[in-house]
């Protein structure tokens, strides 16, 4: 692949040079990921989705794991289209916010009965779980589609290139226009994950690495010297606190588990039992049935909307009592949501 070099004239904001020097940079440095191939081949779409959907509010070595376990138990859109929800669900357990599991089964279904995956942006994103990012990065990973794919690390890249200091709705605005404009007719895949590579390795969060970025020539942000200040966002709202518990009822060393309900919080998984989670003052108990049931400790669980604090509690009964659900052995307890496991690791210590 042909580089281009490195113009030694800075160009701060003016970013049309800006993709030549960005592709040439992935071309070299370029991150080896599972669900890429060589510069240059075709991309499987099946591959680009799962990773993306999977990488959703999850680091790459979180995710990467559920990545080759996916890949290598479901290999194609088909294969996934026909697995049994729960063998899903399950398999997701750890990766978090669930609703994302639902509807990757959703989406696999639908491009398994059409027999095709849509090709452009537009068209990806009327499938279940496709967002306006995830269908740039399909359509331009995947089909060579000019397509922008812009995510929290994008913004926060030319947020700094640009030194947007405005609203930051409006800023934003601007910025996905920019990245629009800049999309290169003959590697728009190259570029969305080059932006990608460039966000998560030199253009971080708190330590920006200007002095080695293949594009500081263009940054007003390292021009006006505190790059890190840049995305200005308007506050966060303080997350409100839900409070409930949850229930580890022992029998011969079998733990009772329920499914949840599909619609809602952690739809379709099997977890412990809970009372409600409710803002406020700890709601009152709600065991699954009548025991002598003894608090072990408190754990704690970051949503999206919500922190929950959950009371352990923990009965150990001779007789198996009538309650719904299902008794599974201790030790073979696996894949469940994050935050039952964390429960249930609490209640069975030592
Ligand atoms: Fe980010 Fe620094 Fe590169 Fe600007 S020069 S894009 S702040 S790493």
Redesign the pocket.
Same mark, same amino acid.
């Given at each position: 692949m042909k580089t281009t070099k490195r113009q030694a004239v800075t160009k701060h904001g003016d970013l049309n040079g800006l993709p030549a020097d960005l592709l040439a940079w992935f071309d070299r440095h370029g991150r080896d990921l599972p669900w890429r191939t060589a510069l240059g081949e075709r991309r499987d779409p099946y591959r680009v989705w799962l990773a993306e959907i999977m990488l959703q509010q999850t680091t790459i070595p979180h995710g990467t794991p559920y990545f080759l376990t996916f890949t290598q138990r479901w290999p194609t859109v088909e294969a996934l289209a026909a697995a049994k929800d729960e063998e899903v669900m399950t398999a997701w357990a750890g990766l978090g916010y669930y609703a994302r599991a639902r509807n990757l089964l959703k989406c696999a279904r639908e491009i398994a009965e059409r027999g095709s995956w849509p090709e452009t942006a537009a068209e990806l994103k009327k499938l279940p779980g496709i967002g306006p990012y995830t269908a740039g990065a399909i359509a331009a990973i995947a089909f060579n589609q000019p397509a922008a794919a812009v995510d929290g690390n994008v913004d926060?890249?030319f947020a700094?290139?640009l030194a947007l200091k405005g609203n930051w709705a409006d800023e934003k605005k601007r910025l996905h226009a920019e990245v629009e404009r800049l999309v290169p007719a003959k590697r728009p895949g190259d570029f969305a994950e080059a932006l990608m590579d460039?966000?998560a390795t030199? %253009?971080?969060p708190t330590k920006?690495?200007?002095?080695?970025?293949?594009?500081?020539?263009? %940054?007003?942000?390292?021009a006006e010297g505190e790059?890190?200040r840049?995305p200005i966002k308007p506050p966060k709202k303080a997350k409100p606190i839900r409070r409930g518990a949850a229930y580890v009822a022992v029998h011969k060393g079998e733990v009772l588990l329920q499914r949840r309900p599909d619609k809602g919080l952690l739809g379709g998984m099997l977890g412990l039992p809970t009372s409600d989670w409710v803002e406020g003052e700890r709601p009152e108990p709600s065991p699954p049935f009548k025991a002598s049931w003894e608090e072990i400790g408190d754990v704690r669980h970051v949503f999206t909307h919500f922190d929950l604090r959950l009371t352990v509690q923990r009965a150990d009964v001779s007789r198996r009592p009538n309650a719904d659900g299902v008794w599974v052995p201790l030790d073979e307890v696996e894949g469940l949501p994050s935050v039952f496991a964390k429960a249930f690791r609490l209640a069975t210590a030592g």
């Open positions: 926060r890249v700094r290139l460039l966000g030199v %253009c971080t920006p690495n200007c002095l080695i970025c293949p594009v500081s020539d263009y %940054c007003l942000a390292k790059p890190e840049y």
